[in-house]
């Protein structure tokens, strides 16, 4: 619970900052729990090895990711989405994940600036969660320069 009170601070605080930065520079990061088990296609390694089936969110995050132009990447955990958020070229995040990595990426990703977006577990926690497309629109627009 303290962990959401966190989360939406620190989004205020985000907004607050009205940090813009180029497209090129926005890391999308997205947790490998969106990959639908069932799929056979190694996202993680490369989101353009997603076929667009629609079985879960990451199709629809590959188009944002084109349609932006930002970075886009699925990591296994927190010391992963840390090395990328603490990359050179990364100047701000926006970050999907459960409540608990959003902390970490927030703390370990400071001070940049990030929107972070809780995912949805239909089917409990790790495992199949979603993401409000809408929502991550709403946070690359909120970060990109125009
Ligand atoms: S949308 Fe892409 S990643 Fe998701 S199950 Fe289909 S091929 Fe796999």
């Known amino acids: ?8 601070l620190s989004n205020r605080v985000t907004a607050w ?11 999308l990061l997205l947790p490998h729990c969106l990959h639908n088990d069932t799929c056979r296609q190694n996202v993680v390694r490369n989101l353009d ?15 944002v990711r084109n349609d932006y132009g930002v970075i886009g990447c699925i ?11 603490q990359r050179e070229d990364v100047k701000a995040v926006v970050a999907v994940a459960c409540d608990r990595e959003l902390f970490e990426g927030i ?11 809780s995912n949805e577990t239909p089917e409990g926690p790790c495992h199949n969660t979603k993401v409000d497309i809408n929502k991550v629109k709403v946070a690359i627009e909120s970060l990109i320069e125009k």
Do not use: T, Y
């Not at 619970?1 to 939406?8: A, E, H, K, L, S």
């Not at 090895?49 to 188009?63: M, P, R, T, Y």
């Open 17 to 27: 900052r009205q940090a813009r930065v180029p497209a090129r520079n926005l890391l």
């Open 49 to 63: 090895e997603c076929l667009h089936c629609g079985k879960c969110s990451i199709s629809d995050l590959v188009k």
């Open 1 to 8: 619970m303290w962990r959401r009170v966190f989360i939406r």
């Open 75 to 85: 990591v296994g955990g927190g010391s992963q989405a840390a090395l990328q958020a």
């Open 107 to 117: 703390v370990s990703a400071f001070p940049k600036p990030v929107v972070a977006i």
